[in-house]
């Protein structure tokens, strides 16, 4: 199966296959047709590709499938699913995962809600491993920063760094909410930086990475910059509520009026 799809086509698939999500051309550039990804189909279905290794070691991931209303409930789905799996194993992957592709993915897992894709991965021999979830947040949670700490956007490479040495998991999105003017920083009275928080990275208004130095947890410098996540997505996308993705510490974010939205289904397949 070749495909000649595009961001633009795919985000008109994704609209009509699965409106609520209002996923952007913009965002499905980023997150499914960066280097290394692939996506395969054409209007009626899609599904997005990506392979990582370590070694000797290789694993797939789909990152999105869609099948427009019009091409469902006909084996469209399913035949997408086995491209994808031909596709992973030609590229010599050991394991076909749901959706966790960090750091570019559009969600962490396949949504609960969404029946008939976790139907057609239980049918294609999936196994489950776990679950995630994103927090759901006003836009108006406010919280000063504690004495001595100083938060403003991200014009340097303090947060780049910071995550470099205590997150390196995290450097590549920091790396892109920094470029893209959505990173925001913590930094005490020396100028050193002690935490960072992006928004919008891979989704639109959408929270995370976000951490601060180990040395400096505790003394309210994240709720300092979650504060500022805040503030700048209702600002800059006018909605009173945001998501915070794939949450880690839950009871951080809950003190600061979060509460668990999205459930994601973690799955693997053996190749």
């Not at 809600?113 to 049918?123: E, G, I, K, N, V």
């Not at 979830?133 to 920063?145: C, H, K, Q, S």
């Not at 005490?188 to 891979?202: I, K, L, M, R, Y």
């Not at 509520?241 to 794939?246: K, L």
Request: aromatic share 8%.
């Amino acid at each position: 199966m070749t495909s000649a799809m595009t961001p633009e086509s795919l985000a008109a698939l994704v609209a009509a296959a699965l409106p609520e999500e209002r996923l952007t051309a913009t965002e499905l550039a980023t997150c499914c047709f960066t280097e290394g990804m692939e996506v395969l189909g054409d209007e009626t279905g899609a599904i997005a590709l990506t392979t990582r290794s370590w070694d000797d070691w290789t694993l797939a991931w789909i990152l999105l499938v869609a099948v427009h209303p019009g091409h469902q409930r006909r084996g469209r789905g399913r035949a997408l699913v086995n491209e994808a799996i031909a596709w992973s194993k030609a590229r010599n992957a050991r394991e076909l995962h749901l959706g966790t592709a960090i750091p570019r993915y559009v969600w962490p897992g396949v949504d609960f809600r969404f029946t008939p894709a976790l139907c057609l991965f239980d049918a294609c021999g999936f196994e489950e491993y776990g679950t995630g979830f994103n927090m759901e947040i006003p836009t108006t949670f406010r919280a000063d920063p504690p004495a001595g700490i100083t938060v403003e956007r991200e014009l340097t490479s303090g947060s780049i760094a910071l995550a470099r040495d205590e997150y390196p998991h995290w450097e590549e999105e920091v790396t892109r909410g920094t470029a893209k003017g959505g990173c925001f920083a913590a930094r005490n009275q020396d100028g050193e930086t002690v935490g960072f928080a992006c928004h919008s990275v891979n989704r639109n208004a959408l929270v995370g990475p976000m951490a601060t130095n180990p040395k400096r947890q505790h003394h309210g410098v994240g709720r300092a910059l979650l504060a500022a996540l805040c503030a700048d997505i209702g600002a800059q996308y006018g909605v009173d509520r945001c998501d915070i993705s794939w949450v880690g510490p839950i009871r951080f974010y809950a003190k600061c009026g979060a509460t668990v939205g999205r459930v994601f289904r973690y799955g693997k397949l053996a190749l």
